[in-house]
């Protein structure tokens, strides 16, 4: 599974986080400030907002967890 960056847009602190093949991640708890992390309003998901990624599925037919 692919990995990537995520840069927490509160604390600024940084992890390592799988990029899913078939869903789109709508939110994430930072795991250094335990912060509720949502994706940016024009974006699909938390990676695509916060990472050094795009999520494979932002295009159609994608799932939101």
Do not use: L, T
């Not at 799988?18 to 309003?41: D, L, Q, R, T």
């Not at 695509?48 to 990624?53: A, R, T, V």
């Amino acid at each position: 599974m692919v990995k990537a960056n995520f840069v927490c847009p509160e604390c600024g602190g940084k992890e390592k986080i799988e990029v899913p093949e078939n869903v789109c991640v709508a939110f994430k708890i930072c795991k250094h400030c335990g912060k509720k992390i949502s994706a940016k309003k024009d974006s699909c998901c938390i990676i695509c907002s916060y990472s050094d990624k795009k999520c494979p599925v932002h295009k159609d037919g994608h799932k939101i967890i």
